[in-house]
Each structure stands twice: as C-alpha cells, then as structure tokens.
C-alpha cells in the first residue's frame, strides 16, 4: 500500500521557525512536493525535492531524504498569513519513470499566534 | 493565462439526481487530475489523463462516478446518481509534461442533501 504520515496539528508563534515533517510509504517514488492551503481554498504548489537535500525558496525550505524515506518542510519567520494546512506529496514511478501522479498526505494544520 | 476553471462552483442537489462537474485546464497542459477533499478522507485522486486519455482511474469510488476529456481544454466528472456521501470539494488540477507542479482550480463544493 502507499502510505504518508503527517502531523495532524501544528501551533506556533510569529517570527518563529516550525518543521512540519513527512514520512511516506509508497510502491514508487520519484520526489517529494509540498502544498500549501488556507482555508477554503486551492492547494497551492510550495516545493519539491526530486533528489536528496536542501531545496530553499524564500522563507521555505524543503528537504529529503530518500533513504529515510523521510521529507520536512521548513517555514521560518512565521507569519499571520502562513496559517494553513500543508500537505506532501509524493511523485509516482513506474517502469517508465517519472509519472504525474501525486500520493497526497493527510494535511498538517499549522496555527500561527501572535 | 486565467488558471484552471472549474464550474459550477457550487452544486447541492438532492439524492439520486445526476451531477456533472466540469474543468478546463491551462492551455498546454496535457495532464489533467480530479481529486476529491472530505475531511474525513482528505484530499484523494480520483482519475487522471495524459493526452485527453484516462491513465490511472484507481481512484474512483464505484461505477456512480465516470469522467471524460473529449478534448485538450475540457473535462467532465458525472456522477449518477449522486449520493449524501459523495458531498465534498471537488477539484480538478492539470500540468505540463515534465512537470512536477500541479496546478488546482478553485473547486466545486459539492452537496447531495
């Protein structure tokens, strides 16, 4: 089967830095994407890793391990507006490589204080 | 480019009637995904095509639900006859090849009273 575990629930504070980690289970693997969405809206395209390491964008950063089979995303300086579920999600394979088939997590509510 | 469109963005209806659920992608995009978001289930594929041809339909739920592209700028997912269970947020997502970026329209918020 094919499965990605997420923390339900995450609560910080503005200008903080939280990690909200990913492990995943899944019969093929080509990269690791993450998903931002505020409520009532669209998932939204933050990252994606397709090798090992460190990818930054801004404020987020987003990181894999293929061998852990283990992914997190990190967000720092938190703002208000950052208060959203955000979601993995992996890439499928199959024989012929990458598919465009994405594996979503279960979401992980993060929760910004003033 | 206006995005993915989806309508209608909202849809109730009552138990048994029939619902289609339309999308058009992004101009030159060729894949084109139907999820479906419950709180209970999450946010779960349903069907995608490469090429206005279905690809991977493992997802649909039983025979009620079918979806179509007859084309490159439009698709549809029906489903008949509709049940209370079927209520949730419908969206449809497309992207290019070789890319890893989906890109989501808004949804339809589907209710079967």
């Known amino acids: 089967g094919q499965s990605l575990e997420q923390p339900s629930e995450v609560t910080a504070v503005e200008g903080a830095i939280v990690q909200i980690n990913c492990t995943y289970q899944t019969s093929g693997f080509y990269g690791l994407s993450w998903y931002q969405q505020h409520d009532g809206g669209a998932p939204t395209f933050l990252s994606y890793?397709?090798?090992?390491g460190l990818e930054e964008t801004g404020r987020f950063s987003s990181f894999l391990s293929r061998s852990d089979s283990y992914g997190y995303l990190l967000l720092q300086e938190l703002q208000m507006k950052d208060s959203a579920s955000y979601f993995c999600a992996v890439r499928g394979a199959d024989y012929g490589g990458a598919t465009n088939k994405l594996i979503f997590g279960t979401g992980t509510l993060l929760a910004v204080q003033p | 480019d206006a995005g993915v469109i989806q309508s209608p963005r909202h849809e109730v209806t009552e138990m048994g009637q029939e619902v289609t659920l339309r999308c058009k992608p992004i101009?030159?995009?060729?894949?084109l995904f139907w999820y479906r978001q419950t709180m209970m289930r999450g946010l779960e594929l349903l069907i995608y095509f490469n090429n206005n041809v279905p690809i991977d339909d493992s997802g649909m739920p039983e025979d009620r639900f079918s979806a179509k592209m007859p084309n490159a700028s439009f698709s549809t997912l029906k489903i008949q006859p509709s049940e209370p269970r079927d209520s949730a947020v419908y969206f449809c997502a497309s992207t290019g090849t070789a890319d890893f970026e989906q890109y989501f329209g808004p949804g339809t918020r589907l209710t079967v009273t």
């Open positions: 890793n397709g090798l090992d």
């Open positions: 101009s030159g995009h060729n894949s």
